[in-house]
């Protein structure tokens, strides 16, 4: 059996499954759809082929209560990318994503920082309490 080891690289979105700040809900074959469509994107423009792990979970704050999911990504060993371009590639699909599924605010998690992608600064969910 072959072993193949690499350094750690892990990144991880999370996207509520609202449009916008309305009551409709995104299925998740809905988000599967648009993800196909935002992985083929990035591999046409980048050249990078992006695994994603779906996990179903909930943004709980101040008042909000929303259906979401994690987005994990990692290197995987067995198509190793650059980790600067790899980086690039998650969040241009995470970018694509937002504008498919009606998101305004997003953020990803790398190992070394955090970025939060926003269409509108000044919008807020109206369910939040500050």
Do not use: H, W
């Not at 779906?54 to 990692?74: K, M, N």
């Not at 994503?97 to 920082?113: A, S, Y």
């Amino acid at each position: 059996m072959k072993i193949t080891r690499s350094k750690t690289f892990k990144a991880i979105a999370t996207l509520g499954l609202k449009r916008g700040y309305t009551e409709e809900v995104i299925s998740i074959n809905d988000l599967k759809e648009k993800l196909v469509i935002a992985q083929q994107k990035v591999y046409e423009q980048m050249n990078i082929q992006l695994s994603t792990k779906v996990s179903p979970c909930s943004i709980v704050f101040s008042g909000q209560d929303e259906p979401s999911v994690d987005l994990s990504f990692i290197q995987y060993p067995k198509f190793p990318n650059v980790e600067s371009q790899l980086k690039e590639g998650i969040i241009m699909l995470v970018e694509i994503l937002m504008k498919l599924l009606d998101q305004n605010r997003v953020v990803i998690v790398f190992e070394d920082e955090i970025f939060m992608l926003e269409e509108n600064e000044d919008l807020i969910d109206p369910k939040i309490n500050l």
